[in-house]
């Protein structure tokens, strides 16, 4: 069982940054397929963005050149750096791993981007 818990969320204006974290209690990410996913009361939980074992990257057409996925494997570390932040941009953000055919999910911090 792998444990994720995320954190950096909180209450921006547009235009704002904020930087979320998600950390791994086992040493999964040269090999698992990490993901940020966000979800609302009106949206089902959608994918924003992911990133491979190898580094590779994909986002979402809704964030691609505001939010950049990284990681830290050395700290076990996901991290989503999210610029320009929009309204709509408000939801709760969950962590994902992918290891072999498993999911894992973290419970979510909330961001709130209000005027």
């Known amino acids: 069982q792998v444990q994720l818990v995320e954190s950096g969320g909180g209450a921006v204006h547009p235009g704002g940054s904020l930087r979320l974290s998600c950390v791994s209690d086992l040493k999964i990410f040269r090999v698992a397929t990490m993901s940020w996913y966000f979800e609302t009361p009106e949206q089902p939980r959608e994918r924003l963005a992911t990133?491979?074992?190898?580094?590779?990257?994909n986002y979402a057409d809704s964030v691609k050149g505001r939010f950049t996925i990284s990681a830290d494997p050395d700290k076990n570390t996901l991290y989503l750096q999210m610029n320009n932040l929009k309204s709509t941009d408000t939801a709760v953000y969950y962590c994902?791993?992918?290891?072999?055919?498993?999911?894992?999910w973290g419970r979510g911090t909330q961001v709130t981007v209000f005027s």
């Open positions: 990133i491979t074992p190898s580094g590779s990257t």
């Open positions: 994902h791993a992918r290891v072999e055919a498993a999911d894992f």
